[in-house]
């Protein structure tokens, strides 16, 4: 029997649905809110009714029988650090992602969605490899200062679901695998897949790593401590400087690279500079990837929307393919993981994780 699943993955902006059915999308649409719409809102959680009744209405508007779906699976939010899995929305997950325990983010409305339209219409409700999927190995926090670990956030989605399509295309299991996955897109993170497992990776927020269209990255650390305590800027302001108006924004103006190469091309000699110097540290982080993985690396996977780019995959591979193979996903398709997940669990391929 094929499962209907009904996916949403809200955003800041707007709130992105898609119906599937198995891993065929039936449709999706992109609800778009406006900045006054928002603002009537004191707190993420309090959006949940106006959002929810968007894409009800859009539902009926296509004359969808909403009691005809199996599932329905809403994009991670900021929760405690869990493994990577696909979890039901427990009322313990649920109270986490109302309270925010690791920050108020648009997509802890994800889950909260979906367990509210699941309940209504009697069918479970799940989310899939949020952020926060910490597995790191014990190593890996290791800092060099105590009072700031180094801790996991990143594309666990997206990671996630290339390492199992190419575990699946290729007829391994994705657990049998040695893995370095490059997402590249407004953000950049590197990780090492050993078992299954993202058993380190650059956090992609506000951590180390390659500097990124809108992100710092790692900086010089005195020069950082110089800076915070120039009486120039704000916490708030420097914080925005490392994430937000960090990397190309920072240099260029753009977090968009395919300006960034349309002015590298014409002649403009920092956008080169600044291009070049990207693929060099994407392909360092790839580097300290494989001393993790002990040199034994299956496969170099990337992925994000830079990856749509193939003078920056051959930049990498120049630098790095000496390393592994590379296999190249474009893009990020987020909806189509979300259901994934959600499938595996309904179809018994995997087991539903507890919060």
């Known amino acids: 029997m094929s499962i209907k699943s009904l996916i949403i993955n809200p955003g800041s902006t707007s709130t992105k649905i898609g119906v599937f059915e198995d891993e065929t999308l039936l449709f999706e649409e992109t609800l778009r809110h406006s900045t006054e719409e928002i603002a009537q809102f004191a707190t993420i959680v309090d959006q949940k009714d106006f959002r929810k009744k968007i894409i009800t209405d859009l539902l009926e508007s296509k004359n969808f029988d909403i009691k005809s779906l199996n599932v329905v699976v809403g994009r991670g939010g900021m929760l405690k650090p869990i493994p990577g899995g696909t979890y039901a929305v427990t009322d313990e997950l649920l109270a986490d992602l109302k309270v925010g325990v690791q920050g108020q983010h648009a997509s802890n409305l994800g889950g909260i969605l979906a367990r509210e339209i699941g309940d209504s219409i009697g069918v479970p409700s799940y989310i899939v490899d949020p952020v926060v999927v910490d597995e ?16 996991s956030v990143f594309h666990a989605l997206n990671q996630k679901a290339v390492a199992k399509r190419y575990a699946k295309e ?11 996955v490059v ?35 790692a ?66 982080d790839i580097g300290s990837m494989a001393c993790v993985l002990e040199g034994k690396v299956d496969q170099i996977i990337v992925t994000g929307g830079i990856a749509y780019g193939a003078d920056v995959v051959d930049g990498l591979k120049k630098r790095a393919e000496w390393i592994a193979p590379f296999t190249v996903y474009p893009g990020e398709d987020e909806l189509l993981a979300l259901a994934q997940g959600g499938l595996r669990v309904m179809n018994g391929e995997e087991k539903v994780c507890e919060y």
Do not use: W
Not at 136 to 151: E, T
Not at 239 to 263: I, P
């Open 136 to 151: 790191l190995m014990p190593v890996a926090r290791i800092s060099g200062m105590p009072d700031v670990p180094r801790n």
């Open 170 to 180: 290729i007829g391994k299991p994705y657990e049998s695998l040695r893995l370095i």
């Open 183 to 217: 997402h590249m897109g407004g953000g950049v993170s590197v990780g090492a897949h050993i078992d299954g497992k993202v058993v380190d990776v650059f956090n992609a927020l506000d951590g180390d790593g390659a500097f990124s269209p809108e992100r710092a990255g």
């Open 219 to 284: 900086v010089p650390t005195g020069g950082l401590i110089k800076l915070c305590f120039s009486g120039k800027y704000t916490e708030k302001e420097i914080y925005r400087m490392a994430v937000g108006n960090g990397g190309f924004n920072a240099y260029l103006g753009t977090n968009d690279m395919r300006e960034v190469t349309k002015m590298a091309n014409g002649g403009d000699e920092k956008a080169r500079l600044v291009k070049e110097a990207f693929m060099h540290q994407v392909a360092k």
